[in-house]
């Protein structure tokens, strides 16, 4: 009786999915390109310090360290480079290939970068008093009918709980490390072309001076059966830290330095004659 009840519920759950009331946002969907081929956080402006994020001094002095620091041949505040996952908002960079996959309860949205899957409930469930922070953050939504022609067009998404470090794109823009970041997203078809999708994202976070909201856009890639890569930071990754400097490793296995004049890494501890 137990199996059979649960099996009325399943039938029930699935006559309730009417895919027809939902957007057609299968395929395979990749960035739209901004002012400049780099993959900046907002688009409409070039890459570094004219972003012009509405930073407090105190990260807007990390910002331009970091910036500087690229400059010198560094690698600033990026922690990406360190294969430390990109999370969110920075994921919806899209710069690689991203699917999105809707179902009744949760709309997933899985990345080829860093292998980030998100999850936005949309069952009406309340964010947790607790969650455990991780890099794509815990993300609630719901959809929205804005042309009143009986299908859902828009999804808005409230993401929590983002785990750090993290940076808006790799030039180091910086959040607190409070971890405390809210992310709201608007995400919604183009009512000209069906495989353009946008994306406004609004960040409130206690690194800036008030809410920064940037518009995004995503292409749908015109292939019926898209090829999907595997992306391994780790694999090959030619970076090594030792302290707080970054140095590379070269073609024959010995390290090199990443910027002019920078210091050989601190070898007291080893055998001076094996150098």
């Known amino acids: 009786m137990v199996l059979a009840a649960a099996f009325a519920v399943a039938i029930d759950s699935a006559a309730a999915f009417d895919p027809g009331q939902f957007p057609d946002w299968k395929g395979q969907w990749l960035r739209r390109g901004g002012v400049t081929n780099q993959a900046t956080w907002d688009p409409s402006k070039p890459w570094g310090l004219a972003q012009e994020p509405p930073l407090t001094p105190k990260y807007q002095a990390i910002f331009e360290a970091s910036v500087a620091d690229q400059k010198a041949g560094g690698q600033g505040s990026d922690p990406s480079w360190l294969c430390i996952p990109t999370a969110m908002p920075r994921v919806m960079l899209a710069v690689q290939p991203f699917e999105i996959v809707i179902t009744p309860d949760t709309t997933y949205m899985m990345f080829e970068i860093f292998s ?160």
């Not at 090594?240 to 601190?266: C, F, I, W």
Request: charged fraction near 25%.
């Open 116 to 275: 980030t899957l998100r999850r936005i409930f949309t069952d009406g469930r309340p964010l947790p008093v607790k969650i455990e922070h991780s890099y794509a953050g815990y993300s609630i939504g719901h959809w929205e009918d804005n042309d009143g022609d009986g299908r859902f067009d828009t999804l808005l998404v409230e993401t929590r709980a983002i785990k750090g470090p993290h940076s808006y794109d790799n030039s180091g823009i910086p959040f607190h490390e409070d971890e405390q970041a809210v992310v709201k997203e608007r995400i919604y078809s183009d009512k000209a072309n069906p495989n353009v999708l946008h994306a406004e994202i609004t960040t409130f976070d206690n690194a800036l001076t008030r809410p920064w909201t940037v518009n995004r856009s995503y292409r749908r890639l015109p292939v019926k059966q898209p090829l999907w890569s595997e992306y391994i930071c780790t694999e090959n990754n030619r970076h090594v830290q030792l302290g707080n400097e970054n140095y590379v490793l070269s073609a024959d296995g010995h390290l090199m330095p990443t910027r002019k004049n920078q210091a050989p890494p601190d070898l007291r501890h080893f055998s001076q004659e094996n150098r």
